[in-house]
């Protein structure tokens, strides 16, 4: 079946620093990735959906200065938080679609960050 | 834009009840509709899709029917189980404009006590 693995599960950084987290599609051929931060506050936000032979649309208040993407083949993808602060905490979850399955996204268990 | 609005949790049912979390939505094209369900320190796992109106989508004794002229696709189950405790999303994306931006909803989490 369609399993999407990410990692890592937990990391902490400092603020100010950087982290990447890596998405892996295992099992399928991840054509769209979109990339969410879950949060108390804001539930489900979209920070960007990345296509294959695309360019990565980036959702308002989210840009790629500050969450680059990397998604060189179908399946794997990457983000990265430049310069962390507080309010990036949260379950960063990845979302890979393909086109077998049609419009389903499926999940990663997502990376948490912490920042100090 | 478009937006999904969901009951407000959370929802505390005994084992054996009946559950009905609200979804209503809002788009000016036609969507396929979702529900998923996020157990603690896991992703959202999809539940079950509809992708066409005033169809009926099922999984786990869960079902919603998507109701095109009200807009909604309500969350029921006839008799829900301590396992059931989790959080559950509804969520809409558009298959025909190529897209694919999935909107979701704020979650209902919802507890079953024994």
């Known amino acids: 079946g369609a399993l999407v693995y990410q990692y890592p599960r937990r990391t902490i950084c400092k603020s100010g620093t950087s982290m990447r987290m890596e998405c892996q599609a295992v099992?399928?051929?991840?054509?769209?990735v979109a990339w969410y931060r879950q949060s108390p506050q804001k539930t489900f936000e979209l920070i960007a959906l990345?296509?294959?032979?695309?360019?990565?649309?980036?959702e308002q208040n989210f840009t790629q200065e500050k969450f680059p993407i990397s998604h060189p083949n179908l399946s794997f993808s990457s983000m990265t938080v430049l310069n962390a602060y507080l309010e990036d905490r949260g379950l960063y979850l990845c979302g890979a679609r393909w086109t077998g399955g049609l419009e389903t996204l499926y999940f990663g268990s997502g990376t948490r960050l912490t920042v100090l | 834009g478009d937006s999904v609005t969901q009951t407000e949790g959370p929802v505390t049912l005994s084992e054996g009840t009946s559950l009905t979390v609200n979804c209503s939505y809002e788009?000016?094209?036609?969507?396929?509709l979702f529900w998923y369900v996020q157990y603690p320190g896991e992703g959202p796992q999809l539940l079950f899709k509809?992708?066409?109106?005033?169809e009926k989508g099922s999984n786990r004794g869960f079902e919603a029917t998507y109701n095109k002229e009200a807009t909604s696709f309500h969350l029921q189950k006839a008799s829900v189980q301590e396992s059931d405790s989790a959080v559950y999303y509804c969520a809409l994306t558009h298959v025909n404009t190529g897209n694919y931006k999935y909107v979701f909803g704020a979650g209902t989490r919802l507890k079953v006590i024994a």
């Open positions: 509809v992708p066409k109106a005033n």
């Open positions: 788009t000016k094209q036609y969507p396929t």
């Open positions: 990345s296509t294959v032979n695309s360019a990565i649309k980036y």
């Open positions: 099992g399928f051929q991840a054509t769209s």
